[in-house]
């Protein structure tokens, strides 16, 4: 079974600073996908960031990326020149690749990030 | 990426009723999930909604406190039954590809 573990369940900064998200995994999976979700207080879970455990390079959007370890199965967020906005919970998660279809997702516990002006 | 509709978006209930949750995709997908977050938690399976069978269900989750339909390729319904207090949650559907899934708003259910 997989696990997904995020030690850090708050962390607070100020605006414009950068900030590193923590999230290690388990799995004896070859073939996975990891992500980044934002769930502001509105509870929309949105999609941050993808990484496909086959892809050596650490994915990246606009002021968010990643720092993928694979052999260590570790997968934080770097989310760069932090904005009010920013201000949510957010869940790492782990799917395992099948060409049928999505699979399901198990998720960290989450961080709850406060940026503050 | 796909666009998921819920409905309702929230809800209060009494003990003992049931309510059914709506999940809607703009696109066809092979899978469906539905997800419960209790208040300050991160999110949990409840089940995988499988087009034409019967729903998978996750340890700790029985088809008749959570029946689940998924009638076609675009459409699935969740029903929260007998609710007791401790059903008070938001739940969530969520749809995707072998490479990403998204989820829908959440239906935040109050039961008294």
């Known amino acids: 079974a997989q696990t997904v573990t995020q030690s850090q369940p708050e962390m607070s900064v100020q605006e414009a600073e950068t900030v590193t998200l923590s999230c290690t995994y388990d799995?004896?999976?070859?073939?996975?996908?990891l992500f980044w979700y934002k769930q502001p207080p509105s509870r929309q879970m949105i999609l941050v960031i993808r990484q496909e455990a086959y892809k050596q390079q650490n994915a990246t959007e606009n002021r968010f990326s990643v720092n993928f370890q694979k052999a260590a199965k570790s997968f934080s967020l770097k989310i760069s020149d932090s904005q009010l906005g920013d201000t949510a919970m957010y869940f790492c998660?782990?799917?395992?690749?099948?060409?049928?279809?999505?699979?399901?997702?198990?998720f960290g516990q989450g961080t709850r990030l406060t940026i503050n002006p | 990426s796909a666009v998921i509709s819920q409905k309702p978006s929230r809800d209060i209930c009494q003990r003992g009723t049931s309510l059914t949750i709506q999940c809607q995709v703009d696109s066809q997908v092979t899978m469906m999930f539905w997800y419960r977050q209790q208040p300050g938690q991160s999110l949990t399976l409840i089940a995988t909604a499988n087009q034409g069978s019967e729903a998978t269900y996750e340890s700790g989750f029985v088809i008749d406190k959570f029946p689940i339909s998924r009638p076609n390729l675009t459409f699935s319904t969740l029903t929260v039954s007998n609710m007791s207090p401790e059903d008070s949650s938001i739940y969530l559907c969520?749809?995707?590809?072998?490479?990403?899934?998204?989820f829908g708003p959440g239906t935040r259910l109050t039961v008294l």
């Open positions: 969520s749809a995707g590809s072998p490479d990403t899934q998204y």
């Open positions: 799995t004896s999976e070859n073939n996975y996908y």
């Open positions: 998660a782990f799917m395992k690749h099948r060409n049928q279809g999505a699979q399901k997702l198990v």
